[in-house]
Structure formats: C-alpha cells, structure tokens
C-alpha cells in the first residue's frame, strides 16, 4: 500500500503538467458534453463519401472560446481539476485505511516476471485492488469535479457566482446544499468500476490464451482499458449532464437542458435523441438532430 501511495504521488507533477495543457481540450469536450454548440454545422461529407452536416472540430471549438474569454478563459475550470487531482494523490490511501479494507498485494499485471500462466485469482485480487482504490479516489476528488464542470458550464450563460472557486462552491451549496457536490457521482462509479471489472476479465483470457510475450502483457490493461472505455463512455456525459442539471446555471436547465428527475431519466432521454456519445470524437464531429423535443 506505501509502494502505491508513494508511486501516485510521484506521478502527481506529470498529472498536473499533462493536465494544465490539456485543460482547454477538456473544457470545450465539457461543454460539447452537455450540449452546448455555439457554432453552426456545415455540409459536409462522411469519410464514406456521404453527405452529413459536420459541427466545428475542438480546436475551432477553444479558439470560440478564446475569442469570447481570452487566452486565460481557456483554464475556467482549472483550479478545481488540480485540487481534485492534489487531493486524491494525497487522500486515497488515506480513506481506504481509514474505513479498515485491506488491499490485496499483487504485481500489476500479474505473472509477468515469472513464467507461470496467468491465474484467474490474481487478476481478481488486482480487479479487487483497483477497484477499491478507484472508488475511493472518486469520492474523495468527485466534489472538486462537480466544480469544475460548473465552473466551465457557466461559459454558456455567464453566470458571475460561478466565475471562481470560491464563488462556485458557495453557489453549489446555496443551490443544492452539501449534497450538490455529488450530483452525477453514480453513472461516473457505475462507469467507471464497469471499466475496471471487465477490462480485468478481458485481462486474464487475453494474456492466457492470445498473449504469450511476458514484455507485450504490460500493454494489454491499458488497450483493453481504452477499449471499454468507449462503451461505458455514455455513462460520463450522463454524469456530466448530472453535474449540471437543476442548477442555477443556464446550461443545466430548460430549453438548454431538459429537467431530469434522475440519471436513469437522462440516459434515456441521451440515449432516445443519440446524443449519448457526445463529445467521444473531438475531430470529426457529425451533427445529429435531436428525434425527440426538449421538455
């Protein structure tokens, strides 16, 4: 457990780099999450040749942003993101000994330096393990990452109790109280430990019965992992949705966003309209009508 808690807090600088230069991709696929398409689709055509209405690309999507906020407007959001990303470095490890859950030790992935063939309870002891650590990170950075999203999500309405940290977490509390910090925390969990658990069970038949080389074995969990990635991708613009939705900003209610009574409610309702992988591709964005009104 000292090994992982020392080996997360080694990597925080990097994580906090990569994150800082990326934060204005992230920002637009954000808003791109929720629905927000200030630019007008185009004719264009598919990479099959058809005829489709294609949205302005990420980067034309940040220079909009820049253009109405400035060089400094592409990191609203950011302050928040790092906390999160301090705070789960720092407090993982922290919260899983607090609440007594011991965590199985076993090497990531399992086997490699040996060679004896994969087991299937060791892939289970490092499904356990980092599922136990995911949740626990999630809980202790998901509030910081409910304000951010609303940080970014008042880019649409300009809302000024939203302009910085302080402000943003006084209005989430004055809006939806303590509990307004979790908006969203379910489909994001149930996301993401769904990726967790069947990216280790993929794990284990791959690396017994189609990867034989111990080095290609190190790549297998993180292919796998983008792989399932994108089919429970659905559940983060849920979760966005969530983070947003009933708030006092214009981007989490009607006409921009319907009143969802849950988060059943809003993946239905993504789901009916197709808009549930909103955001997945950031280059080749097709526009797509919504089948059903807004309510």
Same mark, same amino acid.
């Given at each position: 457990?000292?090994?992982?808690?020392?080996?997360?807090?080694?990597?925080?600088?990097?994580? %906090? %780099?990569? !994150?800082?230069?990326?934060?204005?991709?992230?920002?637009?696929?954000?808003?791109?999450?929720?629905?927000?398409? *200030?630019?007008?689709?185009?004719?264009?055509?598919?990479?099959?040749?058809?005829?489709?209405?294609? %949205?302005?690309?990420?980067?034309?999507?940040? /220079?909009?942003?820049?253009?109405?906020?400035?060089?400094?407007?592409?990191?609203?959001?950011?302050?928040?993101?790092?906390?999160?990303?301090?705070?789960?470095?720092?407090?993982?490890?922290?919260?899983?000994?607090?609440?007594?859950?011991?965590? #199985?030790?076993?090497?990531?992935?399992?086997?490699? &330096?040996?060679?004896e063939e994969p087991k299937i309870e060791d892939y289970y002891k490092l499904c356990r393990r980092d599922m136990i650590m995911? $949740?626990?990170?999630?809980?202790?950075?998901? *509030?910081?990452?409910?304000?951010?999203?609303?940080?970014?999500?008042?880019?649409?309405?300009?809302?000024?109790?939203?302009?910085?940290?302080?402000?943003?977490?006084?209005?989430?509390?004055?809006?939806?109280?303590?509990?307004?910090? %979790?908006?969203?925390? &379910? *489909? /994001?969990?149930?996301?993401?430990?769904?990726?967790?658990?069947?990216?280790?069970?993929?794990?284990?038949?791959?690396?017994?019965?189609?990867?034989?080389?111990?080095?290609?074995?190190?790549?297998?969990?993180?292919?796998? $992992?983008?792989? !399932?990635? $994108?089919? !429970?991708?659905?559940?983060?613009? &849920?979760?966005?949705?969530?983070?947003?939705?009933?708030?006092?900003? =214009?981007?989490?209610?009607?006409?921009?966003? #319907?009143?969802? *009574?849950?988060?059943?409610?809003?993946?239905?309702?993504?789901?009916?309209? =197709?808009?549930? =992988?909103?955001?997945?591709?950031?280059?080749?964005?097709?526009?797509?009508?919504?089948?059903?009104?807004?309510?």
């Amino acid at each position: 457990m000292d090994e992982i808690e020392k080996e997360k807090i080694a990597a925080l600088p990097s994580q %906090l %780099l990569i !994150t800082t230069i990326c934060h204005p991709i992230e920002y637009a696929k954000v808003l791109i999450q929720l629905g927000y398409e *200030p630019l007008p689709p185009r004719r264009s055509t598919t990479l099959f040749g058809r005829p489709a209405m294609i %949205l302005p690309n990420v980067f034309q999507y940040i /220079k909009f942003v820049k253009k109405s906020d400035g060089f400094f407007g592409c990191y609203r959001g950011l302050s928040a993101r790092v906390l999160g990303l301090i705070a789960s470095s720092q407090l993982t490890s922290k919260v899983i000994y607090a609440c007594g859950i011991d965590l #199985p030790e076993i090497n990531d992935p399992p086997n490699i &330096v040996t060679d004896e063939e994969p087991k299937i309870e060791d892939y289970y002891k490092l499904c356990r393990r980092d599922m136990i650590m995911h $949740t626990a990170s999630v809980i202790v950075s998901y *509030p910081f990452h409910v304000v951010s999203i609303r940080m970014m999500a008042s880019f649409v309405g300009k809302e000024e109790d939203y302009s910085s940290l302080f402000g943003t977490i006084a209005a989430i509390y004055r809006d939806d109280g303590i509990l307004g910090f %979790l908006h969203g925390i &379910v *489909p /994001k969990l149930l996301g993401d430990l769904t990726c967790v658990a069947v990216t280790g069970i993929l794990a284990y038949y791959v690396n017994k019965y189609l990867v034989k080389t111990k080095d290609l074995r190190y790549y297998t969990v993180p292919l796998l $992992t983008f792989v !399932t990635s $994108t089919v !429970t991708y659905p559940l983060v613009v &849920v979760s966005t949705c969530m983070a947003v939705a009933g708030s006092s900003l =214009k981007a989490g209610n009607p006409p921009m966003m #319907p009143v969802y *009574p849950s988060w059943q409610a809003c993946w239905r309702e993504l789901l009916r309209n =197709k808009q549930h =992988k909103r955001g997945s591709s950031l280059i080749f964005r097709y526009y797509i009508a919504p089948i059903a009104a807004m309510q």
